[in-house]
């Protein structure tokens, strides 16, 4: 799988676009106005990272979301996902690693996960 391709497929889901901070190595997308990154998995041709920002973190909240993120991230390994929250340059990021395909099907699952990660960010900023 190329990530170009990928790309190409995605950007045929409405709501989706090229991010203006676009990089050789990453696909850079805005999915409903939120960043994703697309990283492709260095040992798996097939495989991807995708990483959602959530956005910056209050300082006076920091306390409150590291406790939040350390208990979704439990729960999530409790479900046995590959997904995970985490705090990167004070910004809350989620992420998730999948085997990627431009299977139509697979196309529309991913995009499907991902406007919902994308509302889950815009109503996390908005909860501020």
């Known amino acids: 799988m190329k990530l170009p391709d990928l790309e190409t497929a995605l950007l045929k889901i409405p709501g989706f676009k ?32 995708v990483c959602c920002l959530f956005g910056p973190i209050p300082p006076d909240h920091l306390p409150d979301v590291l406790r939040e993120v350390v208990a979704q991230n439990v729960e999530l390994r409790r479900q046995s996902s590959t997904a995970a929250f985490g705090v990167s340059d004070g910004d809350l990021i989620y992420a998730f690693s999948t085997d990627a395909s431009i299977d139509p099907d697979f196309v529309q699952a991913l995009g499907g996960v991902m406007r919902s990660a994308a509302s889950q960010a815009l109503h996390w900023q908005q909860s501020l």
């Open 18 to 49: 090229k991010s203006p901070n676009h990089t050789k190595d990453t696909l850079r997308l805005e999915v409903d106005d939120v960043d994703f990154t697309v990283i492709p998995d260095s040992t798996n041709d097939n495989r991807v990272t």
